[in-house]
Each structure stands twice: as structure tokens, then as C-alpha cells.
């Protein structure tokens, strides 16, 4: 069996294109640890990748840890590879216990002058080269952001707790010794201002005031969510298992030889390390949480583009991971129904053309909407009762493997709760005629609900100022939907150039996602600044409004 799970994994990898990558070069062990590696099993490598203005966090890493280390070094387009591999090597546990690997950008990449690094870092390929070059059976697959808790916790004290826990499943027949991922759970400070808990007591009593959330809490439901934090900051002193759901990605030890590579495609933010679980998951890989009192910490909240980050670069590489994710998913199905999948050698399509917002459509508001535009009883979550993240996302999976339009959810907000409303809406205005009101309850988590279907624009009020507008923009962007490429420049929805326009469409898109399930004008609100308007069909609700316009910008 152990032998067949890891010849699956190999094929798995060579179908999605293995570790070629057109726009890269990986050079494994530029550098080797001056301390020699132990042959015990119990050695862990800490798997790791980043670029040289992180390696003071690799110096932190290295200060604790103990152990060996597998570290790829990205060389940007503005580096000088022999500046960034002195200064690396010039902290001194760095060059004693780690095998340093580099990876270089091509002629594309340096001939675009791709650095920024959310959207041009190739993620993928550096994390295959860490775990390509490591030398221990054993990895801890990491990003150098984190650090390691209580402090200090060492590789040795690790290994102890992963012993110790591949005992107690092994004597409960749980799971397989070569394809269980053991997870370390990983929280946040919710802001740089709260200190970083160092000890198992500081997190909890954080956790308990909502000082400290988990990783990336505060905007992917579902990346870390399984760990189920309620449940290891009450104190557990045994390993638990959990299930997978969509979107997790925990940071785990792992058996290196019976994992799949990392796919090369996705470049810069967005599915990179889900597209890498997913693929675990459907290889029949087991999640198992550690017990007590070893975590990852981040202080501060986990990185997401700040205000002015949102460029048409950026919402071009979202656009194209997400094609890629959709595309990676879609494979694995084909290959499990034993089906012969052709991908490309991983090159960044990025570079292929110049791009613009152009490449977007206009917004369709009937497939934008999180409900229906024509009934006026719709189908959404019920915000009434508690329901977990767990069994939203279990009843939006379900949905999902029925329908394929699900798919359809592409440029919508990655908010959990919306994507529920707009899947369950859906299945429910489809069945209603066969199943009736049953047609909306997916285990209980979702209700009937009256929704005004008038036509309705979302508009700046008379007056109000420029400068109050665009906050009200840059917070709908930034927060409530997630991305703006409609209204950028080359955009279906660019034209006119007015901040008017601009915030018409943007405030619109907004209310469209949210108005099923607060009051309409509270919706419509944005700190007074805004107001509905009625329309005369939905098919204009982007429209350009000549009363609304002013000198283009």
C-alpha cells in the first residue's frame, strides 16, 4: 500500500509537469551545512524559502531550531546573487546547519522587471527547491514568516512530540505511517502592537480576548480553520485527527519521500499551498494535530496587499491562479478516472502578453448578485443561529459537487458566508418547483429569506466629497469585495473617469453581495456618503449616471 500511495504521487506529479519550470532555475546545495547531518531518523529539516531581506527571520529560525535546515534563496530581479548568498551565509548558524539552494529568474522575468513580490514571486518553485534539497526523511514544510512556540522550542523537541504522536495513532490503527501530515497549529496577533505570545498561557489568554486569532483568521475561513483552535488552546495533551475541508493550509511534518512536488504554475499570491493540500487530500493523506503546547506564531496580521497594491498586475496574476486552480482541480478528477492529463512545463504565462483590465467582461449582475434579482424570497445563510465555518463549508462543498456552476464563483469575494448565500440561492431557485422550501436547508445552515428584487443602484450622495468617496473605495476594495479591476484603468467599467462613476459601480457591486441579508439602505451606507437609487432595470445597474458625473480625474 505504502509503496502504491507513493508511485501515485510520483505520477501525480509528473501529469501536472514535475519541476520544470521555463522561467526558473533551481540550483540545489550552493551551499552545504558545515555540520555534518545525523543519521538518526528522528531529524526533522525545516523546509524553508524566502528572499534576503527576510533572512533576519531565518537568523530567529536558525537560533532555535537546532536542527538542519533546507533553505531556497529567491535572487530578484534587482538582486545580485553573490551580495544575497554572502549576506545569507554570513549569519553564522545559518552557514553551520543549512543547505542553501538558488533560485534565479530567466530572461522573461528579468526583461519584465518583476519585483513585486506578491505578484511575481514564485512561491511554488521555491518551495520545491527547499524540499527537493532537503536531506532528512522527515520535513517541516514552513514559511519564514512564522516562528516557533513556546519559546524557545527546538527541532529535538518536535521530533519528540511527532514520536510520540505517530505512537498513539499507531496503536489505534489510525491512519498511515508515510501519508500522515502532523499539524502544528499557527495563530496571529491581531495587530504588530500585541505582543507575541511566548508561551502556551500568553496565547491562550490572548486567544480568549481576541488579541490573537488564527492564521489568517481575519480573512481565509478556511486556510486554517480544521485545526479547530477551541479545541487545542483548551489543553490537549494527545494528537487529534481532523478533516480536511477546501482552502487548508496548515503547516505540517511530513514523510518527504511520499509527497508530490508543488505546482509550478501559481506564481505570486492566491492557491499556491491550497492547490498543494488539495492534492494531498485526494492522495488520501490524514491531518493530525499536535497536542500541546507547541505552535507557530505570526505577530501581526498574515500579509495581504495594502492600499495601492492592488494593481492591474496584481488582479491579472489573481486572475490567472485562479484559472490555473480551477484547471489543477478539473486534472486530478481526470486523473483519477484514469485519464491521460497534458499541462504545460509550468512556464508563467504572465509574460506572454501585456495585460490589462481589459481582459475582464462587464460585470453581469444576475451572476454577480449573491441572490436572485427576480424573486423576492431568496435562499441564504442563516445568520440567525451559530453556525460553525466547519459545516457551512461542508453544506457549500455539497452544493458545489452537484452543480457545476459553481465555477461561476470567480471574480467573487473569497468571504465564506457570501459564497454560501450565492451557491445556496442557486440550488434553491432551481429545486424550489420539485423540493419546495427543502430545497433550502443544507444541514440546517441556511434559510428563507424576503429580498426586494427593485432594481437598485448603490450611488455617492450629492455633496459628498471626493476624499470621503474614495475611502468608502479603497475600504469596498480592500475589505468588502476583495478587488476593484472593473474600474481600472482599461477597465469594462473605467469610462467614464470620474471618482463618481467609479464609486457608483464599485458601491453597486457591494450591495449586490450583501443586501438580501441587511436592510437595504444599510447596505447602501458607507458612513452617510451614499444612497440608493431605483433604476429602471438591472441591466443598467453599471451604467454610467450623467447627473453623477464630474471632470474626469
Request: net charge negative; aromatic share 10%; with cysteine.
Amino acid at each position: 500500500m505504502i509503496k502504491v500511495l507513493a508511485a501515485v504521487a510520483t505520477l501525480l506529479t509528473l501529469a501536472i509537469g514535475g519541476q520544470a519550470s521555463g522561467d526558473y532555475d533551481t540550483r540545489l546545495w550552493v551551499h552545504k551545512a558545515e555540520i555534518a547531518l545525523s543519521e538518526k531518523e528522528s531529524q526533522i529539516s525545516l523546509v524553508v524559502h524566502l528572499t534576503v531581506d527576510r533572512r533576519e527571520k531565518l537568523r530567529l529560525w536558525c537560533k532555535d531550531w537546532k536542527g538542519p535546515m533546507s533553505v531556497s534563496l529567491y535572487i530578484r530581479p534587482q538582486d545580485s546573487e553573490s551580495e544575497v548568498v554572502s549576506k545569507v551565509l554570513g549569519i553564522g548558524c545559518v552557514r553551520k546547519n543549512s543547505d542553501i539552494h538558488i533560485v534565479t529568474p530567466g530572461e522573461r522575468i528579468l526583461a519584465a522587471a518583476a519585483t513585486d513580490m506578491l505578484t511575481h514571486y514564485p512561491f511554488n518553485v521555491m518551495r520545491n527547491a527547499a524540499l527537493d534539497g532537503s536531506r532528512t526523511e522527515l520535513v517541516f514544510l514552513m514559511d519564514v514568516d512564522l516562528q516557533l512556540r513556546p519559546k524557545p522550542t527546538s527541532m529535538a523537541e518536535l521530533s519528540a512530540s511527532v514520536r510520540a504522536a505517530e505512537m498513539e495513532l499507531d496503536s489505534q490503527q489510525i491512519g498511515n505511517t508515510t501519508t500522515r501530515l502532523y499539524v502544528v497549529p499557527a495563530f496571529e496577533t491581531v495587530s504588530e502592537k500585541v505582543p507575541v505570545p511566548n508561551t502556551f498561557e500568553e496565547l491562550v489568554s490572548q486567544f480568549s480576548v481576541q488579541k490573537s486569532t488564527l492564521f489568517y483568521g481575519h480573512y481565509c475561513v478556511a486556510c486554517h480553520h480544521p485545526t479547530d483552535a477551541l479545541r487545542w488552546t483548551s489543553g490537549t495533551d494527545t494528537v487529534y485527527t481532523i478533516k480536511y475541508i477546501e482552502d487548508f493550509e496548515p503547516y505540517v511534518i511530513a514523510h518527504k519521500s511520499y509527497l508530490p512536488k508543488y505546482d509550478n504554475r501559481f506564481i505570486g499570491r492566491g492557491w499556491d499551498k491550497m492547490s498543494f493540500f488539495y492534492e494531498l487530500h485526494q492522495l488520501q493523506f490524514s491531518f493530525h494535530v499536535l497536542p500541546t503546547p507547541i505552535y507557530l506564531i505570526h505577530k501581526g496580521r498574515g500579509d495581504l496587499p495594502k492600499k495601492g497594491q492592488y494593481t492591474a498586475a496584481y488582479m491579472k496574476r489573481q486572475e490567472l491562479n485562479k484559472e490555473h486552480w480551477l484547471a489543477f482541480k478539473e486534472e486530478i478528477e481526470l486523473r483519477k478516472e484514469g485519464k491521460e492529463v497534458v499541462v504545460g512545463n509550468g512556464s508563467d504565462t504572465f509574460h506572454d502578453s501585456v495585460w490589462s483590465a481589459a481582459s475582464l467582461s462587464e460585470i453581469d449582475p444576475s451572476e454577480y448578485s449573491s441572490s436572485s434579482l427576480t424573486k423576492s424570497i431568496v435562499c441564504i445563510v442563516n445568520r440567525e443561529i451559530e453556525v460553525s465555518d466547519e459545516r457551512l463549508q461542508e453544506a457549500l462543498n455539497w452544493v458545489c459537487g452537484q452543480e457545476e456552476h459553481c465555477k461561476l464563483i470567480r471574480h467573487f469575494p473569497e468571504l465564506l458566508l457570501s459564497r454560501a448565500d450565492w451557491a445556496f440561492d442557486r440550488w434553491y431557485q432551481k429545486m424550489v418547483d420539485v423540493e419546495g422550501d427543502a430545497a433550502c436547508d443544507f444541514g440546517g445552515t441556511a434559510k428563507l429569506t424576503e429580498c426586494d428584487p427593485t432594481p437598485m443602484q448603490c450611488v455617492p450622495k450629492a455633496g459628498a466629497s471626493e476624499s470621503d468617496i474614495q475611502e468608502a473605495i479603497d475600504w469596498v476594495c480592500h475589505t468588502g469585495i476583495g478587488s476593484c479591476g472593473w474600474t481600472m484603468e482599461g477597465g469594462p467599467h473605467f469610462i467614464p473617469n470620474t471618482i463618481y462613476h467609479h464609486a457608483q459601480v464599485i458601491f453597486t457591486q457591494y450591495y449586490l453581495v450583501h443586501r438580501c441579508y441587511q436592510l437595504p439602505e444599510e447596505v447602501c451606507d458607507f458612513n452617510g456618503i451614499a444612497m440608493l437609487k431605483p433604476i429602471e432595470s438591472w441591466d443598467v445597474a453599471f451604467a454610467p449616471q450623467d447627473d453623477l458625473s464630474s471632470d474626469e480625474l
